[in-house]
């Protein structure tokens, strides 16, 4: 089992930055992906941006280069710089961990809203 803990979510006008933390503890193995998700009302889960333990990222085109995904592999974290925020960008954010098998695990997610 992998658990996931997000912080950093809050309130912020248009234009604005944010950074999300997520730390994972559990039976952590190398060779994961990690990343981050989002969930508007009423919209389906999205990808946000993913990162392999080597580092190699992708991301959302409606995010490039706005937000950055970076990762700790010694702290086992990820994290995600989100800059420019738009009020689209608003939407619960939910930590992702995938494990070299194929395990997928969730965080309980963190509220980011953006004021126009």
């Known amino acids: 089992q992998v658990q996931l803990v997000e912080s950093g979510g809050g309130l912020v006008q248009a234009g604005g930055s944010l950074r999300l933390s997520c730390a994972a503890s559990?039976?952590?193995?190398?060779?994961?992906?990690m990343g981050w998700y989002r969930q508007a009302p009423g919209k389906q889960r999205d990808l946000v941006a993913l990162m392999a333990v080597d580092g190699s990222a992708n991301y959302a085109d409606s995010v490039k280069g706005r937000f950055t995904i970076s990762r700790d592999n010694a702290k086992d974290a990820v994290y995600l710089q989100m800059t420019s925020l738009k009020p689209e960008d608003t939407a619960v954010y939910y930590c992702?961990?995938?494990?070299?098998?194929?395990?997928?695990?969730w965080g309980q997610g963190t509220q980011v809203t953006v004021s126009s």
């Open positions: 992702y961990y995938r494990s070299t098998w194929g395990s997928t695990y």
């Open positions: 559990g039976s952590i193995f190398r060779g994961n992906t």
